[in-house]
Nanobody, 120 residues
Framework: QVQLVESGGGLVQAGGSLRLSCSASGSTSSIAVMGWYRQAPGKQRDLVATITTGGGYTTYADSVKGRFTISRDNVKNSVYLQMNSLKPEDTAVYYC?????????????WGQGTQVTVSS
């Protein structure tokens, strides 16, 4: 089992910045990928960014490329999302995700979510 706890959400004006943090505990040695997803009211949950715990390979949604940066600290079992040049359309609940893998299995874990609100 893996437990994820997010922090760092809040209210910010358009053009501002926020940094989200996610700390993993439990069976962290099996985590292969960590990432951030977001869900706006009435919409589906969408990928924002992911990073592999091994090589640090990153992926980003087109809508956040050049504005958001995902990073990790494997010693602290944490992943971060630096969000710059925030726009009102970035308003959503942001969820931390971890994918754990074994030889014959894979499992998703989710945090409880943290609200990010960008005012215009």
């Amino acid at each position: 089992q893996v437990q994820l706890v997010e922090s760092g959400g809040g209210l910010v004006q358009a053009g501002g910045s926020l940094r989200l943090s996610c700390s993993a505990s439990g069976s962290t040695s099996s985590i292969a990928v960590m990432g951030w997803y977001r869900q706006a009211p009435g919409k589906q949950r969408d990928l924002v960014a992911t990073i592999t715990t091994g090589g640090g390979y990153t992926t980003y949604a087109d809508s956040v490329k050049g504005r958001f940066t995902i990073s990790r600290d494997n010693v602290k079992n944490s992943v971060y999302l630096q969000m710059n040049s925030l726009k009102p359309e970035d308003t959503a609940v942001y969820y931390c995700n971890a994918i754990s893998r074994g030889r014959f299995w894979e499992r998703d874990y989710w945090g409880q979510g943290t609200q990010v609100t960008v005012s215009s």
